[in-house]
């Protein structure tokens, strides 16, 4: 399953549409009516970087990596994975992006 989550989203190599995770989690976001997603990048005790990324509320981190850019990079992934229910909590797999279209359009009614 580990290939198949890599396939969807690649954590730091460029797609064929360049260095496109943060802009495909913008993208995302802006189509079901939520602002830009703002990213926070903290330097580890070891020199590298780790990010998280904030959107709607939700917060998620990315790995450590040994530049800021690649950290920013992976935190989208995260939320990308988590937005397409790629990432298992518990029993459940959910797709929250499901979840967060109904509300946008429960809020712009």
Do not use: C
């Amino acid at each position: 399953m580990m290939a198949l989550q890599q396939t969807l989203v690649s954590r730091t190599d460029s797609g064929p549409g360049g260095d496109n995770t943060k802009g495909q989690l913008q993208t995302l976001l802006t189509r079901a009516g939520y602002g830009a997603p703002f990213y926070t990048t903290k330097q580890l005790k070891n020199n590298e970087f780790r990010a998280t990324v904030e959107f709607n509320g939700v917060q998620i981190m990315g790995q450590p990596y040994s530049n800021k850019k690649n950290a920013e990079k992976d935190a989208a992934a995260e939320a990308l994975q988590w937005l397409m229910g790629s990432i298992q909590t518990g029993d459940e797999d959910t797709n929250h992006m499901t979840m967060l279209l109904k509300k946008s359009k429960k809020d712009h009614n």
